[in-house]
Nanobody
Framework: QLQLVESGGGLVQAGGSLRLSCAAS????????LGWFRQAPGKEREFVAH????????YYAFSVKGRFTISRDNAKNTVYLQMSSLKPEDTAVYYCAAGFISPGPLASHYKYWGQGTQVTVFS
């Protein structure tokens, strides 16, 4: 079973940047499409970004397009989310997920999930 561990969250001022990482436990990582989701207090989990297994396709939620960049390093079994121009409304727990469907804007498209990392943006 694929295990995913997120890191890189923290407290950042609005306008700043953070890079989230998600490390996978298996070499089969390269076979999976990967996504980032987030969940703010009192809100449903929402799609943020997706990258196909081949790295040829990326997709973003409208709210983060142009500010966030998803990438992956299959040699390191790691997916990244580079976040720039952060806003207070980006505050949430961020989750990475792995699945076989691409594009994958729905949580149901993913089979494995990490435990999440907190991102807090203050103004």
């Amino acid at each position: 079973q694929l295990q995913l561990v997120e890191s890189g969250g923290g407290l950042v001022q609005a306008g700043g940047s953070l890079r989230l990482s998600c490390a996978a436990s298996e070499r089969t990582f390269s076979n999976y499409a990967l996504g980032w989701f987030r969940q703010a207090p009192g809100k449903e989990r929402e799609f943020v970004a997706h990258i196909s297994w081949s790295e040829r396709s990326t997709y973003y939620a409208f709210s983060v397009k142009g500010r966030f960049t998803i990438s992956r390093d299959n040699a390191k079994n790691t997916v990244y989310l580079q976040m720039s121009s952060l806003k207070p409304e980006d505050t949430a727990v961020y989750y990475c997920a792995a699945g076989f469907i691409s594009p994958g804007p729905l949580a149901s498209h993913y089979k494995y999930w990490g435990q999440g990392t907190q991102v807090t943006v203050f103004s």
